[in-house]
């Protein structure tokens, strides 16, 4: 049964050890919406960016442009796996619960199993930062998918030693494997399954 006491344990015992949803491995940016004070965000160091979508309707007629502030993973607010601005936290970060935070909720997943999965997934993370770190590429400020992606587009535009490939392929396993455990665990659609 879900209650906000077993919530706030799950957080306690599993967030505040991860980090995940904050530091550019399972998200690239975080949209504001109407009423996150960005100027609180601000002062704690975080950049704010607008992108202004186009939007339509269902019948596909362009509708009014609506601008959007966001700010880009890893999160400036993120110290660690805690968050300086939690009790100022954007409407998506109070919301967001990934997958195996939902599992254990649940009753699902044991601590110790889901610690387990967390410690796995941020080393795999840290080893796919750090491939990216000997291709010279130190955005250590962006998360790892537009970095692997810029990465790739490198060298896809010019010739590749046989040094540099056998590294890309690598970094080419580690970011898939990264993904399937962040797919398998971590993104919200995921399901615990007992025997699996």
């Not at 975080?46 to 509708?63: H, I, V, W």
């Not at 699902?108 to 770190?133: V, Y």
């Not at 535009?157 to 398998?184: P, Y």
């Amino acid at each position: 049964m879900r209650s906000e006491a077993k919530v706030e344990k799950c957080v306690k015992e599993l967030c505040l050890r991860c980090g995940i949803c904050c530091d550019g491995t399972l998200f690239k940016d975080v949209e504001l919406r109407p009423g996150d004070d960005t100027s609180a965000l601000e002062h704690f160091g975080l950049k704010l960016s607008n992108r202004t979508p186009k939007k339509t309707s269902e019948g596909g007629s362009p509708r009014s442009r609506v601008q959007s502030s966001r700010f880009r993973q890893p999160c400036a607010a993120l110290d660690g796996c805690v968050c300086r601005v939690y009790s100022e936290r954007p409407a998506h970060c109070r919301e967001f619960e990934c997958g195996l935070l939902k599992a254990a909720v649940e009753g699902e997943i044991e601590t110790a199993a889901a610690l387990k999965l967390i410690r796995r997934t941020r080393k795999k993370s840290d080893a796919a930062r750090a491939l990216l770190d000997e291709f010279g590429d130190s955005g250590a400020k962006e998360c790892v998918s537009v970095r692997f992606r810029r990465v790739q587009r490198r060298l896809e535009s010019g010739e590749v030693s046989q040094e540099e490939g056998s590294r890309f392929s690598r970094l080419t396993e580690t970011v898939h494997e990264l993904n399937l455990l962040l797919g398998a665990f971590f993104y919200p659609g995921y399901r615990f399954k007992r025997n699996s």
